[in-house]
Each structure stands twice: as C-alpha cells, then as structure tokens.
T-cell receptor, first 111, second 113 residues
Framework: QKEVEQNSGPLSVPEGAIASLNCTYS??????FFWYRQYSGKSPELIMF????GDKEDGRFTAQLNKASQYVSLLIRDSQPSDSATYLC???????????FGKGTRLSVIA | NAGVMQNPRHLVRRRGQEARLRCSPM?????VYWYRQLPEEGLKFMVY????????ESGMPKERFSAEFPKEGPSILRIQQVVRGDSAAYFC???????????FGPGTRLTVL
C-alpha cells in the first residue's frame, strides 16, 4: 500500500512568518513530488513540483526533497492570510502511475 | 487556453438513480484522471484514461462505476444505482503526457439523498 502522510493540522502561523509543511512517503522508488493548494470548496491548484533532491524555489514558495529520508516539505515565506488553505502533498511512483495524495495539512495564517 | 472543465458542478440524485459526470480536458491534453474526495479526506485516484482506452482503473469500485473517454467528446464517469456513500466531490484532472503535471477541474459535488 503506497502511502503519503501529512500532519492534518491545523497549522497556525502569524502573518509574515514562515510556514513549514511536511510530507513523508512510503515508496522509496517514488520519482515525482507535487504540492497542491486547495481552498475550501474548491479544486486543487498546483503550487510546485520537484523531482531531484534539494531545494526548488518559486517566489515565496520553496519545495525541499530528501529521498534518503523519504520526505518532502514546502516552505512558505512571508505568509499571508490568503495562504490559508489545505495543502496537499502528492507523489508519483513512476511516470505512468497515478498520483497518491496525502490527506492534507490545513494552514491558517493569522493577521 | 481554457482549463479543465467539468459539469455539472453540483448534482443531486436519489438513491438508486444514475449519476453521469463529464470532464473536458485542457486543450492539447489527451490524458484524463478521475479522483474522488470524501469530506475531510484526501483525494483518491479512481481511473486513468486516454482517448478510447482505460489505462488504469485500479482505484475504481468494480460494481456500479464505469468510465469512458470517447474519440469525440468529454470523458464520462458513470455511477449506477447511487448510494449515500457515493456523496463526494469528484475531480477530473488532465495532462498532456502521462508523466506530466496534472491540472484539476473545478469538480462535481454529488449529493445522494
């Protein structure tokens, strides 16, 4: 059973702080890793993807991947109230296998 | 470039009726994926299709559920004889290539009375 684990939260951070979201996965052979943001009642929206060990930055977002430890994280710098949402971690084992999602972490940014 | 389109956005059915959900992928995308999200749960993969072919249906219940992606027209997820446990949000995603990033449609919220 391929599993992706996330802390359900809620994770509360003050406006302007760094929010750190973590995700672990069970299949050591996993190749592709994605972070989606989902506002309540809306569909998942892609934030970032990462394939290689290390950091990948895009604006206020940084994805970090450590395949040896089987975890991937998302950092949100200068958090804004509009970042308040559920963040879904998704993993692809190989290129033609389906995405496996975690249950998501609910982030609340307090103004 | 229009995104992934799904209709209807909300669907109410009584137990025993059929639910038919439609998904039109983004232009240029030939890979379609269906996911189900129960309240307070993550997204669960149901089925992956290309034009006229079901590639992976490992996440779809064997009974009452079927999916198709015809040569012309949208992909359709069909649920026969719906039960209350089928109430959920059903999301469709598409990608241009099998290993590429998936983009999600707005979803269909199915309520079974």
């Amino acid at each position: 059973q391929k599993e992706v684990e996330q802390n359900s939260g809620p994770l509360s951070v003050p406006e302007g702080a760094i929010a750190s979201l973590n995700c672990t996965y069970s299949d050591r052979g996993s190749q592709s890793f994605f972070w989606y943001r989902q506002y309540s009642g809306k569909s998942p929206e892609l934030i970032m993807f990462i394939y290689s060990n290390g950091d990948k930055e895009d604006g206020r977002f940084t994805a970090q991947l450590n395949k040896a430890s089987q975890y991937v994280s998302l950092l949100i710098r200068d958090s804004q109230p509009s970042d308040s949402a559920t963040y879904l971690c998704a993993v692809k084992i190989t290129g033609n296998t389906p995405l496996v999602f975690g249950k998501g972490t609910r982030l609340s940014v307090i103004a | 470039n229009a995104g992934v389109m799904q209709n209807p956005r909300h669907l109410v059915r009584r137990r025993g009726q059929e639910a038919r959900l439609r998904c039109s992928p983004m232009k240029g995308h030939s890979h379609v994926y269906w996911y189900r999200q129960l309240p307070e749960e993550g997204l669960k993969f149901m089925v992956y299709l290309q034009k006229e072919n079901i590639i992976d249906e490992s996440g779809m219940p064997k009974e009452r559920f079927s999916a198709e992606f015809p040569k012309e027209g949208p992909s359709i997820l069909r649920i026969q004889q719906v039960v209350r446990g089928d109430s959920a949000a059903y999301f469709c995603a598409s990608s241009p290539y099998v290993a590429d990033t998936q983009y999600f449609g707005p979803g269909t919220r199915l309520t079974v009375l």
